[in-house]
């Protein structure tokens, strides 16, 4: 908590830019973004194809660093934790969905949601609880036997999302996780998103094109050419 009795953000973001060099031409990414983001906040990020959403959270995810500007997490700033540290970090506190899934093919559904608990080295009685909690949480109590290719892409994504909360992250960062889905089934899953953002207590961070996000969510941010343009609550 800050002195102040007020709560500090989860992410903080200050004037942050990234730039990519493509041979002999620089490419903006990202200008001057600012965003903060509180716990327990359910955000999407929405814009069209290269508005830089992708970049934006790989650098909230500290897959990526920016070139300038400050990041701050969990209370950290991010410039002042080595690479050792920030994979700690993206294990122990950072779920992630991706729009393509993910997920392990030899591996049962069971078996993806089981693998994160197993490299933090829970015991196995707390895993089996833990997993099947989160199957049930997600609808595929009955799939869990069934690996990926024996389920659909909106039951694949449930896995992923159940995957991401297996170790009780602080924060959920979705990219595009709708994708890859027709819209009905899209909408269940953002719908999932909201019931998860409600009884995980998790902060979601999600990426999107589809406009329809804005009602599941309590936030809503805009990006244009590498720029937040507006917020809408």
């Known amino acids: 908590m800050a002195e102040s009795g007020q709560e500090l953000p989860l992410v903080q973001m200050e004037q ?3 730039v990519y060099q493509m041979g002999r031409v620089d490419v903006q990414a990202l200008r001057g973004i600012g965003l903060t983001i509180m716990a327990g906040d359910f955000v999407a990020i929405v814009g069209a194809s290269g508005s830089g959403k992708t970049t934006l959270m790989n650098i909230l995810g500290g897959l ?7 990041v701050m997490l969990f209370g950290q700033d991010l410039a002042e934790v080595p690479e050792a540290k920030l994979t700690e970090l993206r294990r122990d506190r950072i779920g992630f969905v991706f729009q ?10 069971y078996e993806n949601v089981e693998l994160p608990l197993r ?9 089996k609880e833990r997993v099947m909690e989160l199957l049930d949480l997600v609808g595929l109590s009955k799939w869990r036997g069934h690996r990926p290719q024996e389920m659909s892409g ?26 890859e889905l027709d819209s009905a089934t899209g ?4 719908a999932l998103f909201r019931e998860i953002s409600e009884h995980e207590r998790v902060t979601i961070v999600m990426t999107s094109h589809d406009p ?18 507006n917020e809408r609550s």
């Open 119 to 127: 490299m933090i080295h829970m015991r196995p009685r707390e895993r």
């Open 64 to 70: 990526d660093r920016p070139s300038t500007g400050k």
């Open 212 to 229: 329809a996000v804005q009602e599941y969510v309590d936030y809503t941010y805009t990006m244009a050419d590498g720029r937040i343009t």
């Open 187 to 190: 909408r269940s899953i953002m």
């Open 154 to 179: 909106g039951q694949q994504q449930r896995v992923g999302i159940a995957r991401a909360l297996a170790i009780r992250p602080g924060l959920i960062l979705a990219d595009e996780p709708t994708g």
């Open 100 to 109: 393509q899934f993910a997920l392990m093919p030899t591996m049962s559904a």
């Open 16 to 18: 942050v830019t990234k």
